[in-house]
């Protein structure tokens, strides 16, 4: 399973605020429940199977030109590790195991 890290920028449009552009995106999420994900300040993390990331991160993409942007940047940052089994849960609770 993989995890991926997304970030999407939509750029000329009316307002310096996003939120009612991440909230759109969110919509998409909310629809596909193929993949488990958390809203986080800066990003989005996604977890599940990688070409079904692909799938979803392409839709989301689409979300804000659908909503009046000009451009659209989408980051995206992927963990997918084949020798164990991760999930965000794994992930934060190795590290507090640690602290």
């Known amino acids: 399973?993989?995890?991926?890290q997304l970030t999407i920028?939509?750029?000329?449009?009316?307002?310096?605020s996003v939120s009612k552009y991440?909230?759109?995106?969110?919509?998409?999420?909310?629809k596909d429940k193929r993949v488990k994900y958390k809203l986080t300040p800066m990003s989005?993390?996604?977890?599940?199977?990688?070409?079904?990331?692909?799938?979803?991160?392409?839709?989301m993409h689409e979300?804000?030109?659908e909503n009046g942007a000009?451009?659209?940047?989408?980051?995206?940052?992927?963990?997918?590790r084949r020798d164990k089994r991760a999930s965000m849960d794994q992930k934060i609770n190795s590290v507090k195991e640690k602290l």
């Open 44 to 59: 989005t993390v996604i977890e599940g199977e990688l070409d079904v990331i692909f799938e979803i991160v392409r839709k």
């Open 1 to 4: 399973m993989a995890i991926a």
């Open 22 to 30: 991440v909230a759109n995106c969110h919509r998409v999420l909310e």
């Open 9 to 16: 920028v939509p750029l000329g449009t009316e307002s310096t």
């Open 70 to 80: 000009k451009r659209v940047i989408t980051s995206i940052s992927i963990d997918d």
């Open 63 to 65: 979300v804000p030109f």
